[in-house]
């Protein structure tokens, strides 16, 4: 192994990434009291990576720099010119401290596991490194092995502190992730080894590489079944209702806010920065997809009698609009999606930590043995309201701003014809429609009503201090993104303006 240090300034983003997972391994050393200790020092740990993001972010990034920034190129295997290459730009740091944010209160609402604990808190700091590593990564083998790191996490802490099916689903999970790994490592390969004896594994050097148009289809293709099991994108999401359904809430937490991001997120970076011409040909199917998705997902989540099943299911409608904002190929539309992908996983990680507090206390999961929970848990019934109408796109809400501005990226696109996106839009609206049925009769069936009312030992504690904070740090984001919008969209901007250049400099000449 070598270290070839050619950078002149300090390594945060090394740090950045490295930090929770070596500072979790020392988990294992700490002296054996309880699980208070192990508890405080994984917060604590959270807490210091979240500072030191967001030190790095406000003191050394230039918004208006559309370049990577805070690029460390280290090589580190001499033979296969391989590097340890990060760097982050505008759409890379809204995902990168939405990961700090709530990799933080995931930790602080895993409280209540007591068993093995010390190995939870560890795939916790190691699920963060993993999340981190490909939002920052500035290399494909890089992208490839970070993306690969949360896979063994979330399958532990799915198959160890899960529900009563909790081996089904974190197989079936392992199953569709690592087989979609399969087709994004055939990419990786490709685009690295295309054209040249020395194998390229740049993100730049790539971008700048032209492929025959045959193969370019087939690299986005393999790119493309890779994120969108992520995603998920329908028919390749049902992994994920079945891994919500099982899953401890803190680990939702991660899958919903962060996770599914990471296939939007590299469907943006890859596929629309290095195969530029490829999603101009696909484009139009993604916004078909989406539109699809949303309809689906909105229509089958009514029938999900799981209430963690029925959240998950609105999370691959909500995916919806950012697959539309990212095939829409306009400014408006690509700032959209991201935009949708911060403040879906602000409401998403908030709905699954409502909804697993609240089976803290009722230890019911299907919605037809809930009801009249609202006279007993009045805080938790508030604040679920409050996010249910966040994810139903109120205004004033971060996802009302997020969609209404990936409609008006469709309208303002110079792709499509006039008709076309009338019948897109009128499609998305009646999607749009849809949320708040399922959402609104989630609340109904939970919260309204008289059964779990006139049960005998009918008292339940309220929400407590730690939980009402959690719910309350994620609800003022979304508030403010709502109010705000331009905090998001001045970090993006300028870089999506950069790789919308290269859509109308080559895609239509």
Same mark, same amino acid.
């Given at each position: ?257 962060? &996770?599914? =991001?990471?296939? $939007? /997120?590299?469907? #943006? ?10 999603? !101009? @040909? ?24 799981? &209430?963690? =099943?029925?959240? $998950? /299911?609105?999370? #691959? ?10 095939? !829409? @190929? ?46 007993? @848990? ?132």
């Amino acid at each position: 192994m070598y270290l070839v240090f050619t950078t002149n300034d300090f390594p945060w983003l090394t740090i950045v990434v490295v930090l929770p997972i070596s500072a979790g391994s020392l988990i294992f050393f700490l002296p054996h009291r309880g699980n208070k200790v192990i508890r405080w020092y994984t917060i604590c740990i959270c807490i210091i990576e979240l500072l030191l993001i967001t030190y790095t972010f406000g003191y050394h990034f230039q918004l208006d720099d559309p370049l990577i920034q805070l690029t460390e190129n280290y090589k580190w295997i001499r033979f296969f010119d391989f590097y340890w290459g990060l760097g982050i730009d505008g759409i890379s740091i809204g995902p990168i401290l939405l990961t700090g944010f709530i990799t933080t209160l995931a930790t602080l609402a895993a409280r209540p596991v007591t068993r093995d604990s010390r190995l939870f808190h560890f795939l916790m700091l190691a699920m963060y490194s993993g999340q981190i590593g490909p939002f920052s990564s500035q290399d494909l083998l890089l992208f490839f092995i970070m993306w690969e790191l949360e896979l063994i996490p979330v399958y532990l802490l799915l198959s160890m502190w899960g529900g009563k099916k909790r081996l089904y689903s974190a197989t079936k999970f392992i199953l569709y992730t690592a087989g979609a790994s399969v087709f994004l490592l055939i990419g990786v390969l490709g685009i690295g080894l295309y054209g040249s004896n020395e194998p390229t594994l740049n993100f730049e050097t790539s971008a700048n590489q032209s492929y025959p148009v045959a193969l370019e289809i087939f690299f986005y293709i393999g790119f493309f079944i890779a994120f969108a099991v992520k995603s998920p994108i329908i028919p390749l999401h049902t992994w994920l209702p079945d891994t919500h359904g099982e899953a401890h809430y803190s680990t939702c937490m991660l899958l919903a806010g962060i &996770l599914l =991001k990471m296939g $939007a /997120y590299g469907v #943006v970076r890859i596929n629309m920065q290095l195969l530029p011409h490829a999603h !101009s @040909i696909f484009s139009p199917w993604l916004i078909i997809v989406g539109t699809i998705q949303i309809i689906y997902a909105a229509s089958t989540s009514p029938g999900q009698r799981n &209430l963690k =099943k029925r959240i $998950a /299911y609105s999370s #691959v409608s909500h995916m919806g609009f950012i697959i539309i904002g990212i095939g !829409s @190929i306009s400014d408006t539309g690509l700032n959209g999606a991201i935009l949708q992908i911060v403040s879906h996983g602000f409401i998403g990680a908030a709905l699954f930590f409502l909804a697993g507090t609240s089976y803290d206390r009722i230890r019911l999961v299907y919605l037809e043995e809930m009801g009249g929970m609202a006279i007993a @848990i009045p805080k938790i019934f508030t604040t679920f309201s409050i996010l249910s109408m966040a994810s139903l796109a109120l205004p004033g809400m971060s996802g009302f701003v997020a969609e209404l501005i990936v409609f008006f990226g469709i309208l303002t696109s110079q792709k499509y014809l006039l008709m076309t996106k009338i019948v897109i839009t009128f499609v998305m609206a009646i999607g749009m429609i849809l949320t708040p049925i399922y959402s609104l009769s989630m609340l109904r069936q939970m919260f309204y009503g008289y059964k779990l009312f006139n049960a005998p030992n009918s008292y339940f504690f309220d929400s407590g201090p730690r939980e009402l904070f959690v719910s309350l740090s994620i609800l003022l984001p979304v508030i403010a993104i709502g109010i705000y919008p331009d905090f998001v969209f001045s970090l993006s901007v300028d870089k999506v303006e950069a790789i919308l250049s290269n859509f109308f400099i080559d895609s239509f000449p």
